[in-house]
């Protein structure tokens, strides 16, 4: 057991042989530890040379330059020392004649008649009569006779895939049953078994180009990952930085309508207290009259209108003067402020329908689905209803009456598209799984569990899935209609393209499949669109 944990130790990984070539199969070391055959992850490295990103066959660990390869010399003196031994155990423990009882001596023959196995001496003597069968040296001769007649196994029976005697051909149980002789038998084996090999090996290559096929759209994801990852760092730093900067010039507006208003104020406040100690002066001087004994002084003084300032009262009275009540101080200018921050609001929804859509989905419809009543143009975005029979072959994919999908499905993501409908006729557009009936009445677009479908029949609008309808209250005006997909958020969505835009119906569902643009036209045509990125999803 210890001798078989070594030898799985010694054994290249990749073409599972023991380190023991000088020059093929002599053990070289990546910077992980791994050791391969020299010339075997050559091979491998040389493989990989167009991807850009060398790897290891057992731990996947990655190198950006194509590692170099380190000889592992103690490796290789380990291996080369356990083959001698193993060599030498073998030439001890081999199968030895059983007639040379006095000292073991490796047998040459083995006889299947006698069941024993020979020396080159013992050989020269045994029978040369045709029963004596001789064979490579066995140890397990009794497996090579016929457990019932005791007879050595000649023949193979096709019917009952066993080896028989020709006691067994002639009499036994296997009596008249197609027979073939061992090596013919055995040589017809090894035919198949090369044709399965052959097959299990061109499997394999297939399994290891998927792999390699997915670790390179590992990778592509892991890119894609990172870059929109980067993306959205910097759409985010982008938006603090917007938000500060709004935030600065709001405030520094707050700010500087302050400072103005309150530099009005107390120039008008200290005009009011001059004013005010000039009135309490004359207040004073009027009392010191009033409280005069002596007449002539009193009639003296100027008249007591006269202290007061006629042109100073005209010009209150004319112009508002001190007088005037000032405006309140806490009404700030609020429309610099309120251009910023609509502005802001404009950031945060170009953000909001940013999120919504990856872009507009390019549809082209498949022909080899379009219903024989239905005209595709060349350009694939055109179907029209048409009462002549377009000829194409009948197959299983093929929809039998007046409908159409797109080659391309969407299995992940947010995606929308657009159509132009003709203003008569009828129609439906929608979306389906691949897995849609073709045939009968559970076919039709919105008619079963697959697919969910818009149309207008009888001058009617209405919306259905699994059969059931739900009539719009109102009539589609616009000849454009958008349908939007929100895969993982399991939401189908239909707008009219008017202005502004109007949405009809949400269909909400978990998505099992692919998801598929269709169509069903009765006499009118359909044009597919490319979407318009600069669309805003309503708020």
């Not at 199969?25 to 075997?40: A, K």
Request: glycine share 6%.
């Amino acid at each position: 057991m210890a001798s078989a944990d070594l030898r799985d130790e010694l054994l290249c990984s990749i073409c599972l042989s023991v380190f023991n070539d000088p020059v093929s199969c002599f053990p070289v070391m990546l910077r992980c530890g791994h050791n391969f055959c020299r010339v075997c992850i050559g091979r491998v490295l040389d493989t990989q040379d167009g991807s850009g990103v060398y790897s290891c066959p057992d731990c996947r660990e990655e190198f950006q330059e194509r590692p170099a390869l380190m000889r592992n010399i103690n490796l290789h003196n380990v291996a080369e020392r356990f083959l001698i031994t193993q060599q030498e155990q073998e030439e001890i423990t081999g199968i030895c004649c059983t007639y040379c009882v006095d000292s073991p001596v490796p047998a040459v023959r083995s006889c299947l008649h006698c069941e024993a196995s020979l020396c080159d001496k013992h050989l020269r003597a045994h029978s040369k009569s045709a029963e004596h069968v001789l064979s490579d040296p066995s140890t397990s001769l009794e497996k090579r006779k016929c457990s019932v007649h005791k007879k050595i196994l000649e023949y193979y029976c096709t019917e009952d895939a066993a080896c028989i005697c020709v006691t067994c051909s002639l009499a036994g149980e296997h009596r008249g049953h197609r027979v073939e002789m061992l090596d013919e038998a055995s040589e017809k084996k090894k035919n198949k078994l090369r044709d399965v090999l052959q097959k299990l090996t061109t499997k394999r290559e297939e399994t290891e180009e998927r792999v390699r096929s997915l670790e390179k759209q590992w990778r592509k994801a892991q890119e894609k990952a990172a870059g929109e990852a980067e993306r959205v760092t910097a759409l985010c730093t982008d938006i603090r930085r917007r938000v500060d900067d709004l935030e600065k010039k709001v405030l520094s507006e707050i700010s500087r309508q302050e400072k103005e208003e309150s530099l009005s104020l107390s120039a008008l406040i200290h005009q009011l207290e001059i004013k005010k100690d000039e009135l309490s002066r004359k207040m004073r001087h009027i009392e010191e009259l009033g409280n005069m004994t002596d007449p002539l002084t009193v009639l003296q003084e100027p008249d007591t209108g006269d202290l007061c300032d006629p042109e100073e009262e005209g010009g209150d009275e004319d112009t508002g003067g001190h007088d005037k009540q000032p405006h309140d101080g806490g009404d700030l200018d609020v429309a610099v402020i309120s251009h910023t921050l609509h502005t802001l609001c404009e950031v945060i929804s170009g953000i909001r329908s940013g999120i919504y859509v990856e872009g507009p989905a390019d549809i082209l419809l498949d022909v080899t689905t379009a219903a024989n009543n239905l005209h595709i143009s060349d350009d694939l975005k055109t179907a029209t209803g048409t009462r002549e029979e377009q000829k194409r072959p009948e197959t299983a994919e093929r929809f039998q009456d007046y409908q159409v999908i797109s080659r391309r499905g969407f299995t992940s993501g947010r995606h929308y598209w657009e159509v132009e409908i003709s203003r008569s006729g009828g129609w439906m557009v929608g979306m389906c799984y691949p897995s849609i009936d073709r045939r009968g009445d559970r076919s039709e677009i919105g008619y079963n569990n697959k697919s969910w479908g818009l149309g207008r029949y009888n001058n009617q609008y209405s919306v259905i899935h699994d059969s059931n309808k739900i009539r719009l209250p109102d009539k589609i005006s616009s000849d454009r209609v958008r349908i939007c997909l929100d895969y993982e958020a399991g939401q189908l969505s239909f707008y009219e393209l008017c202005d502004p835009i109007r949405h009809l119906h949400t269909f909400t569902a978990t998505f099992s499949e692919p998801l598929h643009a269709a169509l069903c036209v009765w006499h009118c045509s359909i044009k597919i669109l490319r979407g318009n990125i600069n669309w805003k999803k309503p708020l």
